[in-house]
């Protein structure tokens, strides 16, 4: 399957424990992006990439929260000291833009996402 | 960003019949995007609009975007049980670099057969 891949799909942690999901998208897209969801909503633009280069991370939830991708391809999404509102469905997506993606939009492609349990 | 709203929240839907969500904004839309979410699974890039008064078909789904940018609606007929999900629709916060999806909270649809 060539498809965006996520792992874990499922973690469970203690409240004050640092975790770290990995995404790795389809081997031909040069964005990547990181969205939270949690029940009933849609997904949250969390942050995104262009090959290497992090394009926004005003958007992550608070100083806990970063992301990496450093050679463009997989990319790491860290929260510390977890807490229990971190609980949610953190998805990862993936697109091909030309250029720095001006012009048209481009359709994302999601993963199956790595869901977070804190306790 | 601006924020978009899908009406309804639930839509039942009786096998066979059509039925039509809506997705509604204050303030003009650069684009819009459409996703289907499986229960228990990850959204699944459907459709884009881009141009005003668009209007794409897929098969039983036809998707417009209005006039004046600021709505967009999804109409399907003859609703099959395979069209049970969460229908998202997305649009980019700013023109000056694509990506940056602000979703709504998606319209649920339940089919009874």
């Known amino acids: 399957d060539t498809g965006v891949s996520q792992d874990p799909r499922h973690k469970i942690t203690k409240r004050g424990q640092n975790v770290t999901f990995r995404c790795d998208p389809i081997?031909?897209?040069?964005?990547l992006y990181w969205y939270r969801q949690t029940l009933g909503q849609g997904p949250e633009f969390l942050t995104y990439?262009?090959?290497?280069?992090?394009l926004e991370k005003s958007r992550l939830l608070s100083d806990r929260f970063s992301a990496e991708r450093p050679k463009g391809s997989f990319s790491t999404l860290e929260i510390q000291r977890t807490e229990q509102g971190d609980s949610a469905m953190y998805l990862c997506?993936?697109?091909?833009?030309?250029?720095w993606g001006q012009g048209v939009p481009y359709e994302q492609y999601f993963g199956p996402g790595t869901r977070l349990t804190v306790t | 960003g601006q924020q978009v709203m899908q009406i309804p929240q639930y839509q039942h839907v009786q096998e066979g019949e059509d039925f039509t969500t809506y997705c509604n904004s204050s303030?003009?839309?650069?684009?819009i995007q459409w996703y289907k979410q499986r229960p228990g699974g990850h959204p699944v890039f459907l459709i884009q609009?881009?141009?005003?008064?668009e209007v794409k078909k897929q098969k039983r789904l036809t998707f417009q975007f209005g006039e004046a940018k600021k709505n967009s609606s999804l109409h399907i007929t003859a609703t099959q049980t395979t069209d049970v999900g969460t229908y998202f629709c997305?649009?980019?916060?700013?023109?000056?670099?694509?990506?940056?999806?602000?979703f709504g909270a998606g319209t649920q649809v339940v089919v009874t057969p």
């Open positions: 997506a993936s697109s091909l833009a030309v250029g």
């Open positions: 303030t003009t839309l650069s684009n």
């Open positions: 609009l881009v141009k005003s008064g």
């Open positions: 997305a649009h980019d916060e700013t023109t000056d670099s694509w990506g940056k999806l602000q």
């Open positions: 081997s031909e897209h040069n964005r």
């Open positions: 990439f262009q090959n290497e280069a992090q």
